[in-house]
C-alpha cells in the first residue's frame, strides 16, 4: 500500500495563482463579452529582447553543429554565464564572490532550498509572502517550525527581527507581495541577528532590478557580514522577461555554514551542490546564452528600457489609485502596487468587486498570509493601455 506525503494535506486546496487562474476562467466562460485586464500574476508582457533573441537564434544553430553541439552541461551553469554573473551583478557592487549555481527559475531555488536543511529548524517567515516559502516548508513536513514575522503597515511594512530565536529566515526586497523596499539599515539588523544567532537568511532578491532609489540594497552581501550568513535567489524572470524561458541563479557563499546536530560545521555550498549534481541537469545551453546577453551592451539598453516603461505603468497606477482615494504602497522601487481595500472589505470581497464591476483582475491580499487581509496587489507588468484602462474602470467604480 502506497503512502502518500501527508504533508500535503496541509497545504490550501491549491496554489493561490491557480485559484485566481480558475475563478478568472469562470468568469470570462460565463461572460465572453468581457474584455477582462489581468493584473493579477506578475508576469510579464513584452516581448524578449533582440539582444536575448539574437543570442538564442545563434546558441540553437551552433547546437545544430558537429563543433557546436553540445550534451549535458555542467549542473552548476556554463562558466561563460557564472562569469557574467560575478562580473555584472557582483563586482559592480563591489561584492568579491563567485559561488553560484544557474537554475531554471527562482521559483524552484526557493522551494527545493528547504532540502538541505534539518527537520528541527526554527523558521522565520514575514506575512503576507510569496507563497512558495511557507508552502515548501509544509511539504516538507515543518509547518509547526514557521514562526511569522508580520509585515505591517505602521511599520512601513519592514518586518521586525523576531522575537524568539531562529535558525532560518526568509526575506524578499523589494518585497513580493507589498512593493516596498528594504533600507541597507534594517536590512543590516536582520544580518546582525543572524549572525549573533547562528541563522541563516534566505534572501530573495528576484525583484531587484526595478530598484529606483538610494540607499536600497540590490543584493544582500552589500551588508557588512552577510556573506557569512545568506543565501540569495536572483531571477532573470522580471528582469529580463523571462517567465516563459526560465532562468535564475543561487548564490551560496563557502563561507555560509550550518550545524550538524553534534555540533560540526558543514557548508550549505557542499550540501546543494551535492543535490544539484544528483537532481539536475543544468539549465538547457540555449538558455544560458540568452541569459548571458542580457549582460552585453545591447541587452542591457533594452532590458534597461523594458524596465523604465513597467515603472511607468507602476506609477500610472499608483497615481491614478491615489488619485481615486485610495491609500497605496509600493510601486517606485517594484513592479508591485498594494493597496488597501476600500471601505473595510477583505481582499477577496474587493477581488470580486473589481472582477465583475471593472473587470481588472488583483491579487487579493489575505492569499499572501493573514498579514495581507484588507490589501490587493496589483501588477505594472501589463500594457501602459491596459494599466491606463484599469485605473480608468476602478475610478469609474467610485468606491471610495
Ligand atoms: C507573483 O505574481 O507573485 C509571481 O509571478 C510569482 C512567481 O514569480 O512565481
Redesign the pocket.
Given at each position: 500500500m502506497a503512502k502518500i506525503n501527508e504533508n500535503y494535506l496541509e497545504l490550501e486546496d491549491s496554489y493561490?495563482?491557480s485559484t485566481i487562474a480558475k475563478k478568472v476562467a469562470e468568469y470570462q466562460k460565463n461572460n465572453p463579452d468581457k474584455k477582462i485586464i489581468k493584473l493579477?500574476?506578475?508576469?510579464v508582457t513584452k516581448p524578449i529582447v533582440p539582444a536575448v533573441i539574437q543570442a538564442m537564434h545563434k546558441a540553437v544553430d551552433e547546437m545544430g553543429t558537429s563543433e557546436g553541439f553540445r550534451g549535458y552541461g555542467p549542473e552548476q551553469g556554463y562558466e561563460f554565464l557564472r562569469k557574467a554573473i560575478v562580473e555584472n551583478e557582483y563586482k559592480d557592487l563591489g561584492i568579491e564572490l563567485d559561488e553560484i549555481f544557474v537554475s531554471d527559475?527562482?521559483?524552484c531555488d526557493c522551494g527545493n532550498i528547504v532540502e538541505i536543511f534539518g527537520e528541527d529548524n526554527k523558521i522565520a517567515i514575514t506575512d503576507p509572502v510569496?507563497?512558495?516559502y511557507v508552502d515548501t516548508n509544509i511539504m516538507s513536513g515543518k509547518k509547526k517550525n514557521i514562526v511569522y514575522l508580520p509585515v505591517l503597515e505602521k511599520n512601513n511594512f519592514v518586518p521586525e527581527l523576531p522575537t524568539e530565536k531562529v535558525d532560518i529566515i526568509y526575506l524578499c526586497f523589494p518585497n513580493?507581495?507589498t512593493g516596498m523596499a528594504i533600507s541597507k539599515q534594517n536590512l543590516k539588523k536582520f544580518v546582525d541577528y543572524a549572525i549573533e544567532n547562528k541563522s541563516i537568511i534566505l534572501y530573495d532578491a528576484?525583484y531587484e532590478a526595478f530598484i529606483t532609489e538610494e540607499n536600497i540594497p540590490h543584493s544582500i552581501y552589500e551588508i557588512e557580514g552577510a556573506k557569512e550568513v545568506a543565501i540569495e535567489f536572483k531571477?532573470y524572470?522580471?528582469t529580463a522577461g523571462f517567465?516563459g524561458l526560465r532562468c535564475g541563479y543561487v548564490v551560496i557563499p563557502k563561507s555560509v555554514k550550518g550545524y550538524t546536530k553534534s555540533g560540526d560545521l558543514v557548508e550549505m555550498n557542499k550540501l546543494w551542490n551535492r543535490r544539484t549534481t544528483t537532481k539536475f541537469n543544468g539549465t538547457a545551453y540555449v538558455i544560458q546564452r540568452a541569459a548571458e546577453a542580457v549582460y552585453s551592451e545591447e541587452g542591457r539598453k533594452q532590458i534597461k528600457a523594458n524596465i523604465k516603461d513597467y515603472l511607468e505603468n507602476a506609477k500610472i497606477i499608483k497615481e491614478g489609485l491615489i488619485e481615486a482615494g485610495f491609500t497605496v504602497y509600493g510601486g517606485i522601487n517594484s513592479p508591485?502596487v498594494w493597496l488597501k481595500t476600500p471601505n473595510n472589505m477583505t481582499s477577496w470581497e474587493f477581488f470580486d468587486e473589481l472582477l465583475e464591476k471593472a473587470n481588472v483582475v488583483g491579487?487579493p491580499g489575505s492569499g499572501?498570509g493573514v498579514f495581507g487581509e484588507g490589501f490587493l496587489?496589483l501588477?505594472a507588468?501589463g500594457t501602459k493601455e491596459n494599466s491606463i484602462e484599469a485605473i480608468n474602470r476602478i475610478k469609474q467604480l467610485k468606491i471610495n
Open positions: 493561490l495563482f493579477g500574476i506578475g508576469d527559475g527562482a521559483k510569496y507563497p512558495v513580493n507581495p528576484a531571477s524572470s522580471k517567465t508591485y491579487t499572501f496587489r501588477t507588468f
